[in-house]
């Protein structure tokens, strides 16, 4: 069991036992513990007096302490919010952007990179904060029924304004309208990843707010442009009660980009490697490629090799959106269909350049079990 708010730990206390009990990141410096079984409760980050401390490991709990001077929480208990990560920014202030969160975490992020050898402490903190996220996005997709969880890949590149944002995000709008259970979700970066959330963001709105919404956005096409991120805001603003849930997932490894703010919920990591293949293997109601370059043709063959050897033992849809680029202009799309020929996931190879033909295939098409021999332990 895990408690992340001072109402669960109310009504565990109530019970007279922590025992076995994982607790989060809660200040306990107030509650008494000396009558509470603590033996094999595991305390993350909690604060609590030195003497309750000394206690508490003498009677069997495990503590692990909170960590000094850092920007951010490792042992944090929830997902991020876009509010959060960008707290310290001032509408028309271009500059004050450097003082966000998410910026002041990118760059004690890039300090500690430049170290040589890394110092350990810093090391061993990123990698809890990402045990952390991953622990917060398996209680988020956990909650309530099964979420259909959907992904974007493409091309941080991609400007507002251009034929494919649009596009992007009337796929995303329109697949999020068909089903309360299906979840967007992408890279939570600029370009393809924020037209994801986009019209994710206004699913609730009506048919002509996603129009409106990229006529607010053309004129501050890139991250370039000054006002990138008071054009989003200014889209929040307008339209802020009507969004559907979204999931963002992007990294520090790749800071110099801020989040976009579109994404309802944001599992933010240090290591791009951790949330590349966490994300595509969420993402088993399928995958659409917009155009992107080496990133995304990579996501492409770490998803097949998913497909491939049944590693998440479903196979799911592969949908490219965009014909002339997928089969000339980054000609990905012939050798994945000789890479699949013969195998599960051949029949769930798409490529179109109509949103709805798009939309169509993805809901029709859900995953279906891996029918092979999934890889096993030497030895099993």
């Excluded at 990402?130 to 988020?140: G, K, Q, R, S």
């Excluded at 949908?319 to 029949?347: H, M, S």
């Amino acid at each position: 069991m895990e408690i992340h708010d001072r109402q669960q730990l109310a009504s565990q206390l109530a019970s007279g036992s922590l025992a076995h009990v994982v607790v989060q990141g809660l200040d306990l410096s107030d509650v008494d513990l000396s009558h509470v079984e603590v033996a094999g409760a595991v305390l993350l980050g909690c604060r609590l007096r030195d003497s309750v401390a000394v206690e508490l490991l003498a009677r069997g709990a495990l503590l692990f302490p909170a960590l000094p001077q850092l920007p951010y929480n490792p042992y944090r208990p929830r997902l991020y919010h876009a509010a959060e990560l960008m707290s310290g920014y001032r509408r028309g202030e271009h500059e004050s952007y450097a003082r966000t969160l998410d910026q002041r975490i990118y760059q004690h992020y890039v300090a500690s990179r430049r170290k040589r050898p890394p110092a350990v402490l810093d090391t061993l903190a990123q990698r809890l904060h990402d045990h952390a996220i991953d622990d917060a996005l398996a209680d988020f997709l956990g909650r309530g029924e099964a979420r259909k969880v959907i992904a974007i890949m493409g091309g941080h590149a991609m400007r507002r304004g251009e034929a494919a944002y649009a596009d992007v995000a009337r796929i995303a709008r329109a697949v999020a309208r068909r089903d309360a259970h299906y979840l967007m979700t992408s890279g939570g970066g600029p370009g393809a990843m924020e037209a994801t959330h986009l019209g994710a963001w206004l699913a609730g709105a009506p048919d002509n707010a996603l129009d409106e919404a990229l006529a607010l956005l053309a004129p501050a096409p890139d991250l370039a442009h000054t006002g990138w991120l008071d054009a989003a805001f200014e889209v929040r603003e307008r339209w802020p009660d009507c969004a559907a849930d979204s999931l963002g997932i992007p990294t520090w490894f790749y800071g110099h980009e801020p989040p976009n703010v579109f994404a309802t919920h944001i599992a933010k990591y240090f290591s791009n490697s951790l949330r590349e293949d966490g994300l595509l293997g969420i993402a088993t109601h399928g995958v659409i490629y917009a155009p992107g370059s080496a990133g995304t043709i990579q996501e492409v063959f770490m998803d097949a090799a998913q497909n491939h050897y049944g590693t998440f033992e479903l196979v799911s849809p592969m949908i490219f959106y965009g014909v002339k680029y997928w089969t000339e202009t980054k000609p990905v799309y012939p050798l994945l269909e000789n890479l699949a020929r013969g195998k599960q996931y051949a029949d769930l190879l798409f490529i179109s350049d109509d949103v709805d033909e798009i939309v169509a295939r993805l809901v029709e098409h859900p995953p279906v079990p891996y029918s092979g021999q999934a890889p096993r332990p030497i030895g099993s």
